[in-house]
């Protein structure tokens, strides 16, 4: 896949996204048998809903079937949100995870599971999980200090303000 018809993808896509208050996140073109799957990867504040993503789908369809950029071979279309388990690289992206678990991957100091509970520009207040009945500690981490982060899944998440277990 050329990067180049990836630069052009994103140009012709990224006004759609911003128009609807959405963030184009990611775009990859795959091959698929006979086909190629085109997937745009969108994502907001709040998060994006399935109507979101079928509303976007077709402004994207109807913008692509007026260009050149996919050529004549057929292609599939998906847009979709990022999964739960995609890398957090910016900013935003922290933003959006604040009250979730993450595991963090320093450039020093080893793998930091924990619960981000604010975000500025220059990186994350933490609550680290106490060990063995142990208090929560806090933390800050700068965001040059992360080289790679993800989001954990959690089960049994407690809700926004839940100081239950805070207190234990």
């Given amino acids: 896949m050329s990067t180049t018809q990836i630069d052009r993808l994103r140009e012709l896509l990224e006004p759609l996204a911003d128009a609807r208050g959405m963030d184009l996140e990611d775009v990859r073109v795959t091959p698929a048998g006979r ?38 071979a057929p292609y599939v279309l998906e847009v979709t949100s990022p999964g739960a388990e995609r890398p957090l690289t910016e900013p935003r992206h922290y933003r959006r995870a604040v009250g979730r678990l993450v595991r963090l991957r320093l450039h020093q ?19 680290v999980p106490g060990e063995k009945g142990r208090k929560a500690q806090a933390r800050r981490v700068e965001f040059t200090d992360i080289a790679g982060a993800r989001v954990e899944l959690e089960f049994s998440r407690r809700p926004a303000g839940d100081q239950s277990q805070k207190e234990a």
Avoid: K, N, Y
């Avoid at 100091?109 to 609550?127: F, P, Q, S, W, Y």
């Fill in 35 to 72: 086909r190629r799957v085109l997937q745009v990867v969108v994502d907001r504040d709040g998060g994006v809903g399935l109507d979101a993503c079928a509303e976007l789908s077709r402004e994207v369809s109807a913008e692509l079937d007026g260009s050149d950029v996919m050529g004549g």
């Fill in 109 to 127: 100091g080893g793998d930091v599971t924990a619960r981000i509970t604010a975000v500025d520009e220059a990186g994350l207040d933490l609550e």
